[in-house]
């Protein structure tokens, strides 16, 4: 069946004034943007969590396969069986797994075994990438890319948290299969990353980093 295209719909061009402001007014807003490990049990809003959830949705994909799922995880008891699994994870890269110049670059910013905020914070979002999709046949549609599909997503969606006005982190314990059995989620999902969303704590601190200028992360040919 041959593809099927129509016109460009929706773009906006903007005289190039108004281009330069718009990307620099979008790279200040962004560069505020903090990790944050210290958060508030206080609740999302309602309506808040589900327009991020779908632009993340809007990203490219390999064949626009869309290799994506995403669980939110509010239920306090599901957020506990996820920190106790996560925390095992955790103290075994912490005291056997990790290489000792691993362990030395995590000193800076203090972290350890111990995840609270997979407890405290109101939310979870557990990120999924779809090695293959099953038709409503059975049979499978192999995806392709899916790492980069999944990562550009995953992006967006914490550009999209940041936009709305919360803090998230982005968990990796290693493995993360536990995600799969507490979530009932099936075999051709394998976790990608936790994102923890909320607001942050009263008294959240976070650890004084810089980032690394123009001309050592681009190159102008």
């Given at each position: 069946m041959p593809p099927t295209f129509v016109p460009l719909p929706h773009y906006r061009e903007h005289?190039?004034?108004?281009?330069?402001?718009?990307?620099e007014a979008f790279y200040r807003d962004v560069a505020r943007r903090r990790t944050v490990r210290d958060f508030s049990s206080r609740p999302v809003p309602p309506g808040v969590i589900d327009p991020c959830l779908l632009a993340a949705g809007t990203a490219p994909s390999g064949a626009n396969m869309q290799p994506w799922h995403f669980v939110v995880v509010t239920d306090p008891a599901v957020k506990r069986r996820i920190q106790e699994a996560?925390?095992?994870?955790?103290?075994e890269f912490y005291e056997r797994r990790a290489?000792?110049?691993w362990l030395e670059a995590l000193a800076a910013l203090g972290t350890d075994a111990?995840?609270?905020f997979l407890e405290d914070a109101p939310a979870l979002i557990a990120i999924f990438g779809e090695s293959y999709g099953v038709r409503p046949d059975g049979t499978h549609v192999k995806h392709y890319y899916v790492a980069e599909s999944v990562g550009i997503a995953t992006g967006l969606l914490i550009a999209a948290v940041h936009a709305a006005g919360l803090v998230s982190l982005t968990h990796t314990p290693s493995p993360m299969g536990f995600l799969n059995t507490i979530?009932?989620?099936?075999?051709?999902?394998?976790?990608?990353?936790?994102?923890?969303?909320?607001?942050?704590a009263a008294d959240a601190r976070v650890p004084v980093i810089t980032k690394k200028p123009l001309d050592r992360i681009a190159s102008f040919v």
């Open positions: 005289p190039p004034d108004e281009m330069a402001r718009r990307a996560a925390e095992v994870e955790e103290r290489p000792a110049e111990n995840k609270p979530l009932g989620r099936p075999a051709n999902e394998r976790p990608f990353l936790l994102l923890v969303v909320g607001y942050p």
